[in-house]
Each structure stands twice: as C-alpha cells, then as structure tokens.
C-alpha cells in the first residue's frame, strides 16, 4: 500500500513517563517514545517485564496521561481532552484488555459483555442484540448465562475480547493476553485478534513477554528500559 494513503488510529511523538516510587525516588517508565499505527495493522510490542509495555498501553487507552509529547488516538489529541472525554474515548475509539481481564466475577458473561453498552447509554434491545451478534462472533452462546467465576483463563479471555469489541473499537490494545494461557489457548487467542483485524480493520496492538505471539505480527517492535525500537 502506498504509505501516503495510510490511516493511522495512533500516532506518538516523543511520550515521556514517569512515576514517583514509594521512597521518592523517580522512576522513568517511558523515554521518548515514537510510535504509529495503522488501520487494519497488528502490531506486537515484546519486552521484559518492567519494560514499560503496560504503561504505553494505559497511556493510549487514555487510562493515564502522557507527562510529555504527543498521543493521537483515532483522530483525538489526548492531551486536549478533559476527563469526560477521555472516558468517551476508552468506552468507544479504545478496547482495552487489562491483564487481568479486568471482568466483573460474579455476573454473567452477557452481563459483562454489555457494560460499555450500558455505560454508553445504548437502549436495551439495541444492547441486547449487538450483544448476542458479538458473543456468536467470539463463539460465546453457550456460555451467556454463566458467571465470569466459573469460567476457564481462555474463556475468560474471550470474555475480556467480547467486551472490548462491543462498541465496535477502532483500536484493541491486549495486554499479555496468553500470560495465563496454555500453548493451544494462546494459539486460539491470537488467531481470534488475527480475525478481527481482517474482518473490521481494527488496529490490534499486544504487548507481551511471551515469545510465542511475535509470529501473528504484521510489525514487531521491541520495548527495552522505556524505549521503543523496531525489530
Ligand atoms: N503506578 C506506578 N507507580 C510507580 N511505578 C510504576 C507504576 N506503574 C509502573 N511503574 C514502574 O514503571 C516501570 C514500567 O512498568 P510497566 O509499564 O508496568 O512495565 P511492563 O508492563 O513492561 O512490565 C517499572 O519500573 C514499574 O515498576
Ligand atoms: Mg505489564
């Protein structure tokens, strides 16, 4: 494709991050990252743990604010919005899939999957159909009516993706999403992302210490001591 043709959903220019830890001292998580991405494009971001994956991504979810530089998010400038937007922006542009699946326990799998839904202030039988359209994409029918709780880390998994695509999400960003899973699991989590990302031109990005998710990538950088560098 002609690169001048390219839609970009995240552009960063120059992302500095850091926290104070518990004695003060400060630790810079990010340094100077550049990053894009493009419609349609799934990209893979490897590196040790504490590298700064989990932060770049809570950054352009909108979950925490970049300190310096640039953050573009599906045609938004983070730094301009105030807090209402950019819980716009993480209820509809962004679908984020926390670690930790970030799931309500103890309802059901529909019941979780239609939370942004409600959040968003879409009416019942609107909600209710996208639901059930979504949870027959993920292949999750016959699990509706069962409590998160009782559910396996890959179906759980599936969950956490259903819920972050039922606004229809320009972006998925997945944080280790086969941390917890089995070789054949993971298989099946990434060649689900691998779906979406042909069939809505979502722009997937995964952060990972996992090296066996680098093959699904169209793009595999690398994260190191809060720097980003092409593979
Ligand atoms: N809320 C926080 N407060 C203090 N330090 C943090 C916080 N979040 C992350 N860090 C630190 O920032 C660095 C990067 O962390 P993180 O983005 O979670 O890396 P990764 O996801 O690659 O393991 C680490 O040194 C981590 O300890
Ligand atoms: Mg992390």
Do not use: C
Not at 45 to 52: A, Q
Not at 79 to 85: P, S, V
Not at 141 to 159: A, E, W
Request: glycine share 8%; no cysteine.
């Amino acid at each position: 494709m002609d690169p001048g043709e390219r839609e970009y959903t995240i552009i960063i220019r120059n992302l500095w991050k850091s926290y104070r830890d518990g004695r003060g001292s400060v630790i810079h998580a990010l340094k100077g990252i550049d990053f894009h991405a493009a419609k349609g494009e799934m990209i893979v971001i490897h590196g040790p743990s504490g590298s700064g994956k989990t932060t770049l991504l809570k950054i352009i979810a909108g979950l925490e604010k970049p300190e310096r530089g640039v953050v573009v998010v599906g045609g938004y400038d983070l730094g301009y919005l105030d807090d209402d937007q950019l819980a716009m922006i993480r209820n509809t542009v962004v679908g984020y899939i926390p670690q930790d699946y970030g799931l309500v326990d103890e309802l059901s799998v529909a019941e979780n999957i239609e939370l942004p839904l409600l959040i968003a202030g879409i009416p019942k039988s609107e909600r209710h159909r996208r639901v059930k359209e979504i949870a027959s994409y993920i292949g999750l029918t016959d699990l509706m009516s069962r409590p998160v709780k009782s559910l396996s880390g890959g179906q759980k998994q599936r969950v956490a993706i259903a819920r972050a695509l039922v606004n229809t999400p320009k972006i998925i960003l997945a944080d280790e999403p086969t941390a917890n899973l089995d070789w054949d699991n993971s298989a099946k989590i990434m060649e689900l992302f691998k779906h979406v990302k042909e069939d809505f031109e979502t722009t997937v990005v995964i952060v990972s210490h996992d090296p066996r998710v680098t093959d699904y990538a169209d793009r595999l950088l690398t994260m190191s001591d809060g720097k980003l560098k092409e593979y």
